[in-house]
């Protein structure tokens, strides 16, 4: 069994502007994650879900606190003292954001956000990240007209998807997918989740998505983590959680 993540008792705290108390977000997390597992974070809003999850896709802000330690295939990502992604982020854990039309500039083309992400963590020139942007596209149901377009032509979960796309091009190992499909049409919501789930199955991508929506969590997801104030109350199979769940909290959100 290989790990894609390993947590052992990872805390992260948010400094105040005084610097004279930390807010802890994160509390002593134990929790591992298996390559090629399609694993769900879930909780309300300030559960502390985002931050673990900014934490393995490398995103934290610099005025953070961290104790414990945090593996991404087995490479330390953070320690007792401080934080360095040292060189995964892109490269092994991609992070797929919660709104797409915020984290497209309006100012390139489609081609161009691919050309700037393969150019950077995997040196291709202009063709080769062409070529690899359109067999992503490709993948994702998109065809190669997309690349002339700007983000603004696109519809929500058009952008969505080039994001995933973008992601898929990058051959990362582990998808990092925050609130996917919250920005989006309730339409398009199963069909971005079952997008998911077949890259996961079929290119054997590690996926972690974070949600509040525990229903979402059956259609692409084979377990689940659930957080509350910032500790992990409840983990296993997903579908075994949800016709069985153990703990208070987890119930109330069923």
């Known amino acids: 069994m290989v790990l894609a993540v390993?947590?052992?008792?990872?805390?992260?705290?948010?400094?105040?502007?005084?610097e004279e108390y930390i807010v802890w977000a994160v509390r002593r997390v134990d929790l591992a994650i298996e390559e090629g597992d399609a694993f769900c974070l879930v909780g309300e809003s300030g559960s502390g879900k985002t931050t673990?999850?900014?934490a393995i896709a490398g995103i934290l802000p610099p005025h953070v606190v961290t104790r414990g330690k945090l593996y991404i295939f087995d490479?330390?990502?953070?320690d007792e003292s401080t934080w360095n992604f040292n060189g995964l982020r892109g490269r092994v854990v991609s992070y797929i954001p919660q709104n797409p039309g915020t984290s497209l500039s309006p100012f390139l083309t489609i081609e161009e956000h691919f050309y700037h992400v393969l150019r950077d963590t995997l040196r291709y020139d202009r063709e080769k990240s062409r070529r690899a942007a359109i067999e992503a596209l490709l993948k994702v149901g998109l065809d190669r007209g997309v690349l002339e377009d700007y983000p603004h032509e696109l519809s929500g979960g058009m952008q969505q998807r080039v994001l995933i796309a973008i992601a898929l091009a990058s051959n990362a190992k582990i998808i990092v997918?925050?609130?996917?499909?919250?920005?989006?049409d309730?339409?398009?919501?199963?069909?971005?989740?079952?997008?998911?789930?077949?890259?996961?199955?079929?290119y054997r991508v590690t996926l972690l998505i974070v949600t509040h929506d525990l229903?979402?969590?059956s259609i692409v997801c084979n377990r689940l983590a659930v957080m509350l104030a910032g500790k992990i109350v409840e983990t296993g199979r997903t579908i075994s959680v949800l016709r069985n769940p153990q703990h208070p909290y987890t119930k109330m959100l069923l």
Do not use: C, M, W
Not at 75 to 78: D, H, N, P
Not at 177 to 184: F, H, L, N
Not at 189 to 202: F, P, W
């Open 186 to 202: 309730a339409n398009l919501r199963a069909s971005v989740l079952q997008l998911l789930g077949k890259l996961n199955r079929e």
């Open 6 to 18: 390993r947590a052992s008792g990872i805390s992260i705290g948010y400094i105040d502007e005084e």
């Open 75 to 78: 490479r330390l990502a953070i």
């Open 215 to 217: 229903a979402s969590t």
């Open 52 to 54: 673990f999850a900014n």
């Open 177 to 184: 997918a925050d609130e996917p499909t919250s920005a989006i």
